[in-house]
């Protein structure tokens, strides 16, 4: 079987069974935790899976990945942790009415795995195309991800340290990087995902792993505007 026609029956198969979780625990929100971690399990499968003899930028990504991967899915994780199942998924268990498990699994989990697949693939061309030791690109392309990261996990920290504060009841925030951009977040998120596929461009098939950072660049801009 084709390369990526086996890693995206691995992530259809991946996110089953987090509808199939979701429907046990009856919270769609879960699956933002699978997000995350969906990243992880496809970066390790094709790097472990590859016959090159060379992994040092596949075993980078896979720490980089991983670093993000974890991290927010324990942030959305500690998030959520003894509340309700988050407004807008509760907002669509409303409006979906008799449709709301159909709609779920194909508007939630499997539109999530083909944005996820989208994404991810300056890694799977990364694994795929191992060939040549790390070089100029490789670290310009790191430095654009610790910026990003940078971002995004100070940012959500800010953010949560802001909110916990009953004094910023109703208040915006305009504290730390919040006082420079209104979402560093998903700044941080769009920028780590150009970092990994700056470092792709060692590999081939340039022109097809750019689909990654756009989707990510086209998915956050749609929601900023939401």
Partial sequence: MN????LALVLFIYMSVWFVISLIKKRNDVADIAW????????WLTFFVRDQESGLRGLLVGLLVTMWGSRLAYHIYKRNKGKTEDYRYLAWRQEWGKWFYLRSYLQVYILQGILLFAIVLPVLVINKNISSSLGMLDFIGLMVWVLGFYFESAGDKQLATFIKNPENKG???REGLWKYTRHPNYFGEVTMWWGIWIISLSADLVWFSILGPLTITVLILSLIHI
């Fill in 3 to 6: 390369y990526y026609t086996t």
């Fill in 36 to 43: 995350g971690l969906g990243f992880i399990i496809l970066t």
């Fill in 171 to 173: 208040k915006l925030m």
